[in-house]
């Protein structure tokens, strides 16, 4: 039998890195078990991940995240929101989610325009009774998250928006060790006592070596519904001043808005986009639509960089059968560069993120599925399908030329990626 962790997790649970885990055994963290292997893969699907923090509760960090995670989702997206304020869960009860359509991946019965954009899981969607306390130590917190990560089945996302509880705790220690490359977003009000927990938020992410995006401050004072004036509730400025003091950007200030307020309690917080609190939203989910882009930066200007499944040096008639892919670059029209690679091993989703990483922009093949072919176009790569099986040189030059166009002219030999 495995020795136990010494932070008193199970060995198998147990999801700490060997030098954050003091005196645990490396076989605790093995990094080659399928669960391992599952969250790697889904990770590299989920393009940004983005973690909604704060230093104290009340700040209004669940309506904020939730909002992003709208903001984002209304834009054409592919958005998670990820709940696992795990004590205080509301993520549900803000969009008025009750029984979910296909709990395996996480969707619920959402309306036409964020039925195929936004997936949502929360603790919530377990309990028989909503209104009992979860009563958790540690090691049952982290597993759950990294089980909302491997066992529900998000496909390639754009942005991953994960609601913390506030503090420095249990769940955003699991989130940062559990998705290494996640940025945080810090909610603040302008009063100086959750300015003070602001502080400890950003000493949390410094110590941890999680990115600050930005802080927000929200309840930033009160648009009056008759004059449009704004009027301070608390104090203003707070927010920018701490972002400024930590050369954190300050993404802005969100008014106290009642309609918000009254739209989360009631579970309608889907239908007020054009809401005052969301107008004051929206430059913040342009400003990180900008530092987060979506496309690949692998990806070299002016140049057209060809990828095709080939086997004994000529185009596959199966894409997952090929042994290498011909990768040629072309600039102003002409071919400069071409290499092989051996294929990578193949897995669901995995050719296509391989390709992503290269910075390929162009697949032609001859046999490719309607799915594989929506794998490849989300990562922005566009796809030439119904190739006839010839030299590689040829067929981009053919394409160059516009004899070949993108097109799904696939028959019985067609397969995903």
């Known amino acids: 039998m495995d020795e136990k962790c010494p932070s ?53 960090k669940s309506s904020v995240a939730v909002s992003l995670a709208l903001s984002l989702a209304w834009r054409g997206h592919k958005v998670g929101l ?27 019965p959402l309306p036409p325009d964020l039925f195929d954009t936004l997936r949502v899981i929360s603790i919530e969607m377990l309990m028989r009774n909503r209104d009992m306390a979860v009563i958790w130590r540690g090691p049952l917190k982290h597993q759950l998250i990294r089980q909302f990560l491997t066992e529900v089945q998000w496909d390639d996302l754009d942005y991953l928006v994960v609601d913390c509880p506030p503090g420095t705790g249990d769940e955003p220690m699991s989130v940062a060790q559990t998705i290494i490359d996640a940025k945080a977003v810090i909610v603040t009000t302008p009063q100086e006592i959750s300015l003070a ?19 927000i401050e929200n309840m930033s004072g009160y648009r009056c519904p008759h004059c449009g004036g704004d009027i301070p509730l608390f104090k203003q400025g707070g927010g920018e001043i701490i972002a400024r003091e930590a050369k954190i950007p300050f993404l802005g200030a969100l008014p106290f808005d009642p309609q918000v307020v009254e739209a989360a309690d009631q579970g309608r917080l889907l239908e007020i986009k054009d809401s005052p609190f969301f107008q004051a939203l929206a430059p ?8 987060l882009p979506l496309s690949v930066s692998r990806r070299q200007p002016g140049a057209l960089k060809f990828a095709l499944p080939v086997s004994g040096g000529k185009l596959s008639d199966k894409f997952a059968d090929a042994s290498h892919f011909a990768l ?3 600039s102003n029209g002409n071919l400069q560069t071409q290499e092989l690679v051996p294929a990578p ?14 910075g390929v922009t162009h697949v ?13 176009a989300h990562k922005g790569i566009e796809v030439i399908a119904g190739a006839p099986q010839g030299d590689p040189r040829i067929l981009v030059k053919q ?19």
């Open 8 to 60: 008193g997790a199970d060995p198998k649970t147990c999801g700490a890195e060997p030098q954050s885990c003091p005196g645990c055994s490396p076989s605790h963290h093995s990094e080659s078990s399928p669960e391992e292997k599952n969250l790697t893969r889904t990770l590299k699907r989920i393009r940004h991940k983005l973690v909604v923090m704060s230093g104290k509760g009340g700040v209004g």
């Open 82 to 108: 990820m709940d696992v304020d795990l004590h205080g869960p509301n993520v549900l009860r803000m969009l008025g989610l009750k029984e979910p359509l296909d709990l395996q991946h996480a969707q619920f």
């Open 197 to 215: 927990d602001v502080r400890k938020s950003i000493n949390f992410c410094q110590k941890i070596d999680m990115e600050v995006l930005g802080i």
């Open 284 to 291: 913040m989910v342009e400003w990180l639509l900008a530092a």
């Open 328 to 330: 040629l670059t072309a």
């Open 345 to 358: 091993p193949h897995e669901p989703g995995g050719i296509p993120e391989w390709l992503d990483e290269l």
């Open 364 to 376: 032609i093949a001859a046999g490719l599925g309607a799915k594989a072919q929506k794998l490849l």
């Open 399 to 417: 394409y160059l030329e516009k004899i070949l166009s993108p097109g799904a002219n696939c028959g019985s030999q067609c397969t995903t990626a």
